[in-house]
């Protein structure tokens, strides 16, 4: 993100980001269609229900503010709803509420996606702001040591992206298991509300992993460069 100035960036960054844009917008226009599609239960209520089939008896549910910010944090047990989830008896609601549920079962069976995710919480941390730092200053100096250091822990917001992935699709694949398994979803009609709306979910994912490797390549080609023009 540091080199917008040079029209190559975008060669690299355009299909990403266009296909971000199209994620996003799928995923508002799911959620928004299958919000107005009523159902038995609030996310909230489907959510206590879900735990308690699960045998998650420890995990706690609180609110947390804003629009589809619905999350599960493995550290404190705690599965956190949007008030247009938890509020609302729709379709949607249902399907993001056991999306989440479906990490919670995650982590209490030790789902390797999930460990290893938050063992590279830390280093995405790290390498994202020092990653770029030392790109740059290589760059300037004309030191593709110090680029190609940076490029490494760069980097690792790459593997953090290829390691949610699947550790979101398999939370999907669980949270229709759930609601099927429950009966939450009485219709093929409801199945099929929930299945598009986690899928549009899941193509934000593919398209968060595709932004990243995107600027990874921008970065390599650079530092690529660099050594060429010194040999």
Known sequence: MLFWWDPLYFLFATPALLLGLYAQARVQAAYQRWLRAPARLTGLEAARRLLQAAGLYEVRIEGTPGHLTDHYDPQSKTLRLSPSVAGVASVASLAVAAHEIGHAVQDAEGYWGLRARAALVPAVQFGSWLG??????????GSPGLAWAGLLFFS????F????LPVELNA????????????????????????????????????????????LAYYAFLAMGMRRSND
């Not at 409801?190 to 899928?199: H, K, N």
């Open 132 to 141: 770029p730092l030392l790109f740059v200053i290589g760059f300037l100096m």
């Open 156 to 159: 690792a917001a790459a593997v």
């Open 161 to 164: 992206a290829l390691v949610t």
């Open 172 to 215: 999907s694949r669980r949270a229709l298991a759930l609601l099927e398994g429950s009966g939450l979803l009485l219709t093929p009609e409801e199945r099929a509300g929930a299945r598009e709306v986690l899928q549009a979910a899941a193509l934000t994912y593919v398209a968060a992993l595709a932004q990243a490797l995107s600027t």
